[in-house]
């Protein structure tokens, strides 16, 4: 196989999505798994994941239209997010997608157009960021962007609407907060302000939809158990657990830990300052938020170098400086044709950015030791065809 490519390997995937369904079968059965399609939105992976009983959480019509391509009923894909079109917003609920409503808009479209109580409806909150300890989210000061707030009575207005003003019908609640260290207790918190909702609104919520942002299948870290342990914890005495839905969508627990990257080194220099290490994968491939400060990588060599660098810059090939992936010091003097291998690298980063400079990478998955391609390379013509029609 040449590289860049990505390999996926269909073992981790699997025991990453044992790990879920265990979890939740033990401990609140009543639930189903949204697959955060823009995490990795690869149609093999859209396909078998459909076939393993999940259902597709989207964020866009193109992925609503893009899950349904993949074999996903209208039943089994959540549509999420701020900019659904009015068309498919009205078709998605008739169709009886679950909806999370995240703007006014929308509700002015409900208002407009549904007229009979829903319980696929639900409708996003937004989590009062100082509920949260510092170090687990970001914007503490602005606050997080999507859905409505309780603090300025925009989120009792809005159930009203989706109620239609009678308390009997049943809502559900969406909770997705993108947390930066995907502790347990951001869960915790978020159950725990749940349930003052709950209490508060005397709402019997059709699901409580918890979103994303797990950790999923890295050592060390907390897995889908502890996460739904908190929030049954926390919600068992002011939900009925058989009645009320529990929704979790998992994107990077699922596909981030299943997938590694293979680049080759195609240049060493040394300039005046430092060593240069040029290879055919770049940042923007496994970093598109350029944030990364660690990789879990490892090297390969078909020579037994044993010369050791105290610091060698390894770079991508986008011709642009800042290009730098890492650093390695006190490592093995790097080759032409010696191999950087990057591991956990699923999330955000195959589908994320587009073709610059070189093309999308080919993707293979490996199963048992048997590898097969699952995209094709992007070709120069391929992206000439999309530009020119
Ligand atoms: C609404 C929603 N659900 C699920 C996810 C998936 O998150 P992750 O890939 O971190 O699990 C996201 C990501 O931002 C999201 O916005």
């Known amino acids: 196989m040449q590289t860049p490519y990505f390999l996926l390997d269909k073992q981790l995937l699997d025991a990453n999505l044992v790990s879920f369904k265990d979890a939740l079968n033990r401990i609140w059965a009543h639930s189903s798994i949204g697959y955060s399609v823009k995490t990795n939105s690869m149609p093999w992976l859209l396909k078998y994941l459909k076939g393993q009983g999940l259902q597709a959480e989207v964020v866009s019509d193109e992925e609503y239209e893009l899950s349904l391509l993949c074999g996903f009923a209208e039943t089994e894909i959540i549509y999420n997010g701020p900019i659904k079109s009015e068309d498919y917003f009205i078709s998605a609920v008739r169709k009886g997608s679950i909806v999370n409503i995240d703007s006014k808009n929308e509700l002015a479209w409900f208002k407009a157009h549904i007229k009979e109580s829903n319980s696929n409806i639900g ?46 019908n049943r809502i559900g609640l969406h909770f997705h907060c993108n947390s930066v260290s995907r502790s347990v207790d951001v869960y915790r918190k978020i159950a725990l302000y749940a349930k003052e909702l709950i209490l508060k609104y005397n709402i019997d919520p059709s ?65 005046s300052k430092a060593t240069v290490v040029t290879t055919d994968g770049s940042r923007i491939n496994i970093d ?32 642009m400086d800042h290009d730098r992936i890492m650093s390695i010091t006190g490592g093995r003097a790097l080759s032409i044709g010696d191999r ?22 080919e993707v293979y998955v490996e199963d048992s030791g048997v590898s097969q391609l699952i995209r094709k390379r992007m070709t120069v013509q391929d992206y000439y065809t999309i530009q020119n029609g």
Not at 289 to 301: F, I
Not at 340 to 361: D, L
């Open 340 to 361: 950087i291998i990057y591991s956990k690298v699923g999330a955000y980063t195959m589908t994320f950015g587009g073709p610059f400079i070189k093309y999308f990478p």
């Open 123 to 168: 409708i996003r909150i937004n989590v009062d960021t100082s509920i949260f300890d510092e170090s687990d989210v970001a914007y503490t000061n602005e606050g997080f962007r999507f859905g409505f707030s309780e603090e300025n009575r925009d989120l009792a207005q809005a159930i009203d609407i989706l109620r239609l003003g009678d308390e009997k």
């Open 207 to 271: 699901f409580i939809d918890v979103g994303g942002g797990f950790f999923g299948g890295v050592e060390g870290k907390p897995g889908p158990v502890d996460y739904v342990n908190v929030i049954y914890e926390e919600l068992k005495n002011v939900v009925d657990v058989e009645k009320t839905k529990l929704i979790v969508e998992p994107g990077s627990a699922i596909i981030g830990s299943a997938v590694s990257f293979h680049t080759s080194v195609i240049d060493v220099k040394d300039t």
């Open 288 to 319: 598109p938020l350029w944030a990364k400060d660690k990789y879990d990588y490892a090297t390969e060599s078909d020579y037994d170098a044993s010369k050791i660098k105290s610091k060698q810059i390894i770079c991508g090939y986008t011709c």
